[in-house]
């Protein structure tokens, strides 16, 4: 079946601007998770949902992150008045219950100029 | 605070030679489970293996396998019979707890793989 998929695949944008990063999870799983990986470093958490709501939103690093899920599927993490401190991989995990192990998508790159 | 600590930089190994991937970990949580992701040059993190702190043996997939020693706290990951296509980062990570409200994934720095003609 289909995996969990991202869009865009590559996002560039200029310092200040506001960006909109979409994940699609494997259907059916009900806790979604993002991460950012930055160049030669493991994934870092971000957020967490289970359901509609964020269940876990202790790693934004500040109030310019932010991320929905309105109908408990698809999810967005919005980033505003961007920083070039915000360039790198952001990835998006499903998972189908409350153990195991986290499907990751493709990723999307950021690049802020 | 949960900690996944990968030391070696870089690993070369003969193709269809055995390697081994060092991984430790540190929490007080007795309810754990540890992860091994691939991350080939496209970017994409493939699951590969999965154990939990109460499983009693250790776990296989394949040609992969995960030497859990838990007084130790190390997970370290064998691949058997290496190919050209495991080359690639390699990530070990842990989710504490084992299962609930968040188990969300801590992960080391990873170390990369290089399997050699």
């Known amino acids: 079946g289909a995996g969990v998929s991202q869009t865009p695949s590559n996002k560039v944008t200029e310092k200040g601007k506001y960006v909109e990063l979409r994940c699609d999870p494997i259907?059916?799983?009900?806790?979604l998770y993002w991460y950012r990986q930055s160049l030669g470093q493991g994934p870092e958490f971000l957020i967490y949902?289970?359901?509609?709501?964020?269940?876990?939103d202790s790693g934004l690093p500040n109030d310019r992150f932010f991320a929905v899920r309105p109908e408990g599927s698809v999810s967005t993490l919005k980033i505003q008045r961007t920083e070039r401190g915000d360039s790198a991989v952001y990835l998006c995990a499903s998972r189908l219950g409350p153990s195991g192990e986290q499907y990751f998508g493709p990723g999307t790159r950021l690049t802020v100029t | 605070a949960q900690k996944i600590t990968q030391t070696q930089p870089g690993m070369f190994v003969q193709e269809k030679e055995a390697v081994t991937l060092d991984c430790t970990y540190d929490t007080s949580d007795p309810s754990y489970g540890l992860f091994w992701y691939k991350q080939p040059s496209s970017g994409e993190m493939i699951f590969l293996i999965y154990?939990?702190?109460?499983?009693?043996q250790n776990a296989t997939e394949g040609r992969y396998s995960l030497n859990f020693q838990k007084a130790r706290k190390s997970a370290n990951l064998v691949i058997s019979a290496s190919q050209l296509g495991d080359s690639a980062m390699y990530f070990c990570?842990?989710?504490?707890?084992?299962?609930?409200?968040?188990?969300?994934?801590?992960f080391g720095k990873g170390i990369t793989l290089s399997v050699r003609p």
């Open positions: 259907s059916g799983h009900t806790a």
């Open positions: 154990q939990g702190s109460y499983d009693q």
């Open positions: 990570a842990m989710s504490v707890p084992l299962t609930g409200a968040n188990s969300k994934l801590t």
């Open positions: 949902f289970q359901g509609t709501g964020a269940a876990d």
